[in-house]
C-alpha cells in the first residue's frame, strides 16, 4: 500500500493524485511501499529548492527525491503477522513549482498539465531518467501510457 500527502494548493483532488501514484508505483515497482509527501511552492520557493538540491539558481516544474528507504518502521501501512510492513519503505517527496505549470499550459487545462508533472515526478522516484535520449524516449512512453491511462484512454 502506498500513501501520498499534498501540502499546498490543491490542483486535483489528493485522492485522484492518491490513485495515481498507487498505479504508478505498484506497476512499476511492486517490491517496495511508497509515502510521498507533495508540496506545492511558488517559483521564488522552487529556485531556492533547486539551488539547494541540484546547484541551479533557476526554477523547474518539478524536484522529486527519495528521502530516505528503510526495510521497515511503525508505519500505517499493511504488516505481516510479526507487525513488520511487508515491503521495504520509500520516503518521497515531490515539490510543484504552480507558476510553471501555468507558463507551461499552452492549449491544455492546468489539472492536465498538474497530472502530467505529478506522473513525471512519480516516476522519477521509481527510477526513470531522461538524461540519455534513449531513457529520455522510455520515460516519455510510460509518461504518456500512465496519462492516457488515468483518463481512461487504455
Known amino acids: 500500500m502506498n500513501s501520498l500527502e499534498v501540502l499546498g494548493a490543491v490542483i486535483i483532488p489528493e485522492s485522484e ?12 515497482d ?10 506545492i511552492v511558488d517559483s ?25 528507504e528503510l526495510p521497515f518502521c511503525e508505519s500505517d501501512l499493511t504488516f505481516t503477522e510479526d507487525g513488520f ?10 515539490i510543484i513549482d504552480i507558476n510553471q505549470l501555468f507558463y507551461q499550459r499552452d492549449s491544455n487545462i492546468i489539472e492536465d498539465n498538474y ?3 505529478l506522473i513525471h515526478g512519480l516516476l522519477h ?5 531522461h538524461i540519455r535520449s534513449a531513457d529520455a524516449e522510455k520515460m516519455r512512453a ?5 496519462f492516457k491511462l488515468t483518463q481512461g484512454e487504455n
Not at 17 to 28: D, G, R, T, V, Y
Not at 30 to 39: E, N, R, S
Not at 142 to 146: F, G, M
Open 17 to 28: 493524485q492518491e490513485k495515481i501514484a498507487e498505479l504508478i508505483c505498484s506497476k512499476e
Open 30 to 39: 511492486p517490491d517496495h511501499c511508497y509515502q510521498i509527501c507533495v508540496k
Open 44 to 68: 521564488n520557493t522552487m529556485k531556492r529548492y533547486n539551488k539547494r538540491y541540484r546547484g541551479l539558481a533557476e526554477t523547474t516544474d518539478i524536484l522529486s527525491f527519495v528521502t530516505a
Open 85 to 94: 510492513p511487508d515491503k521495504p519503505i520509500r520516503f518521497c517527496d515531490i
Open 115 to 117: 497530472r502530467t508533472v
Open 125 to 129: 522516484l521509481i527510477g526513470y531518467d
Open 142 to 146: 510510460k509518461e504518456e501510457y500512465y
